[in-house]
Nanobody, 122 residues
Framework: QWHVVESGGGLVQPGGSLRLSCAASGFTVDNYNIGWFRQAPGKVREGLLCIRPSGEVTYDEDSVKGRWTISRDDVKNTVYLQMNSLDKEDTARYFC???????????????WGQGTQVTVSS
C-alpha cells in the first residue's frame, strides 16, 4: 500500500523547535517531490516548501524561510521538516504530500498524509 505518514507534532513553547517526519511506504522519496503543507484553525490550507528528487528545495511560504529546513533520509525513506523559532501563528495541522512529476500542490498530488498537529503555546 502506497502512502505517507506524518509524525513528530506536539505542544511546544514559542521560540522552540520541532522536527516533523514524513515516512513513505510503497515508493521511494528520492524519486518523488515531497512537500509540506499546513492548515491553521479557521484558515485555508497552504503550501510551505518542497524538496525535489535532486535535493533542490523550493519555498512557497516566505515566513518559514530562514527558520525551517527540509531534508531527506533515503535510507529511512523519510523526509523531515525541521522547524525552529516557532511562533504561535505556526499552530496548525501539518501535512506532507508526494508527487512524482512536480512539487505537490493542494490540488495535484499522488499521496497525501493524515497530518500531525503542532501547537505553539506558552
Amino acid at each position: 500500500q502506497w502512502h505517507v505518514v506524518e509524525s513528530g507534532g506536539g505542544l511546544v513553547q514559542p521560540g522552540g523547535s520541532l522536527r516533523l517526519s514524513c515516512a513513505a511506504s510503497g515508493f521511494t522519496v528520492d524519486n518523488y517531490n515531497i512537500g509540506w503543507f499546513r492548515q491553521a484553525p479557521g484558515k485555508v490550507r497552504e503550501g510551505l516548501l518542497c524538496i525535489r528528487p535532486s535535493g533542490e528545495v523550493t519555498y512557497d511560504e516566505d515566513s518559514v524561510k530562514g527558520r525551517w529546513t527540509i531534508s531527506r533520509d533515503d535510507v529511512k525513506n523519510t523526509v523531515y521538516l525541521q522547524m525552529n523559532s516557532l511562533d504561535k501563528e505556526d499552530t496548525a495541522r501539518y501535512f506532507c504530500a508526494a508527487r512524482s512529476s512536480y512539487c505537490p500542490t493542494l490540488r495535484d498530488y499522488d499521496y497525501w498524509g493524515q497530518g500531525t498537529q503542532v501547537t505553539v503555546s506558552s
